[in-house]
């Protein structure tokens, strides 16, 4: 599902005209980045909570010329699904 079909079913599912499922559906992007850049954790409960993991520094190699590289450390957005979410697929 791209972001133009999930539009259209947050539209239909909620009764919403597609303008007004787009703009909600942007302010929940736009709030949910804020908070993980803040460095928040956004937990719905029953869908599954966004957080920021800390990656360490590392070394890689690469498989081609077998060169060892210099990985710096990051941050990266993690998304762990909740009971409901699990449930619900199963």
């Not at 079913?9 to 993980?36: C, N």
């Not at 803040?38 to 599954?48: A, P, R, T």
Request: no cysteine.
């Amino acid at each position: 599902m791209n972001k133009t079909e999930l539009v259209a079913a947050i539209a239909e599912q909620a009764g919403l005209s597609k303008k007004d499922a787009e703009a909600g559906l942007k302010a929940f992007t736009d709030v949910v980045t804020k908070s993980l850049k803040k460095g928040d954790k956004v937990q719905l409960v029953g869908f599954g909570t966004f957080e920021v993991v800390k990656r360490a520094a590392r070394e890689v190699r690469n498989p081609q010329t077998g060169a060892t590289m210099k990985v710096k450390a990051s941050k990266a957005p993690k998304f762990k699904a909740g009971k409901g979410l699990k449930d619900a697929i199963n």
